[in-house]
């Protein structure tokens, strides 16, 4: 599909002019993909054929070129849409809406939809995820001080740009914090945490599903966070990794929401 056809889009064949074409206008058929010369190939009643996209409109009445905004998903691949804004191009046999998201084409049903609006709640939900990561104490530990400001302002880029690149460097920034902050924790023997080498253990008492300790508890929200932009960076796999948008809001700010309740209720303890 090089054009990036709407494949499963109900289009309807519209101003053929050829004495062979003529015919065709007015029949009902499927896009099923496109080809390097510039046409769709769409599956007619009588077999496929190749259109120019001007010859086909939309059989469904969607609204073409609206915006919306994806909501109400619940399964595991969907949640990682919800918040992302893309353009209605078309509708399927079915009932769906085919919405171009920054990730790719993806048909969805009216009622996980809602209007785009005219940007005025982005800046306020913005406005809440600066004042969560603005809520966020000091530990009186330099070195680990220094870190979470630097793991903040990767969440600031994150929540302006969007980003599939911004989201990379949350996860990196997050993941040598949390490495940083283990070791400190070990080394400290916070929360029942032996330090590296001792009892002849390697002090790793974070990987044990069973571990009720505060350093076990402490180690399983670091994953739980990292496993946040990791499940997100996993569906955008197709999107474009500079291209601002492609993340999904609520993405974002899932892990804002993350990082500072971990930050207010898992790092006060060892303030």
Known sequence: NPLGAPVGQSVRVVGLSSEAGVGLNGLVGEVTGSSENGRYMVKLADGTKAFRPENLQDATGAPVGKRVRVAGLSSEKGKVLNGQVGEVVGGTANGRLLVKLPSGTTALRPENMEAAGDGAAPAAEAEDEEALL??????????MDDQHESCIEALRLLVRTLSVQSLKSVRDELRHHFEEEEVLLRQSGFGGAAAPGACGCSGD???????????????????????????????????????????????ATS?????????????????
């Open 134 to 143: 603005r809520a966020i104490p000091s530990v009186e530990h330099e070195d």
């Open 205 to 251: 008492n974070g990987g044990d599903a069973q571990d009720f300790s505060a350093m076990g508890s402490h180690v399983k929200d670091h994953k739980r966070i990292i496993a946040l932009a990791e499940d997100a960076l996993a569906s955008l796999s197709n999107a474009c990794e500079s291209g601002e948008g492609s993340v999904p809001k609520a993405v």
């Open 255 to 271: 892990i804002c929401r993350a990082f500072a309740d971990h930050a207010t209720g898992y790092d006060a303890f060892y303030a």
